[in-house]
């Protein structure tokens, strides 16, 4: 059983940067694909970054070039730089985990986070 809590949201203007933070209980955190996925108002929850224990990473288009997704598995943590935010960016963040492979399809990810809100204003 894998608990991840996410933390770092918050409100900030257009064009500001946040990092989010999720921190992963577990002795095996290096074995375990991560990833953010975030949900907007009124609309699914979509893909946005992903890691894989070696360290592979890959971005949604609308996000690629100004969010990196890193993970320290020292410290059981997967974090989400994003800079250039634009309020589109607003919804809340969710981080999940799955053994293996990394992968864009939230329904193959076992564990999830609460997740954290996330607002950008124009």
């Known amino acids: 059983q894998v608990q991840l809590v996410e933390s770092g949201g918050g409100l900030v203007q257009a064009g500001d940067a946040l990092r989010l933070s999720c921190a992963a209980s577990g002795r095996t955190f290096s074995l375990y694909a991560m990833a953010w996925f975030r949900q907007a108002p009124g609309n699914d929850r979509v893909f946005v970054a992903t890691?894989?224990?070696?360290?592979?990473?890959d971005y949604a288009g609308s996000v690629k070039g100004r969010f990196t997704i890193s993970r320290d598995n020292a410290k059981h943590t997967v974090y989400l730089q994003m800079n250039s935010l634009k309020p589109e960016d607003t919804a809340v963040y969710y981080c999940?985990?799955?053994?293996?492979?990394?992968?864009?399809?939230?329904?193959?990810?076992?564990?999830w986070g609460q997740g954290t809100q996330v607002t950008v204003s124009s």
């Open positions: 890691i894989g224990g070696n360290g592979g990473t």
């Open positions: 999940a985990a799955r053994l293996t492979y990394t992968s864009y399809a939230e329904n193959d990810y076992y564990y």
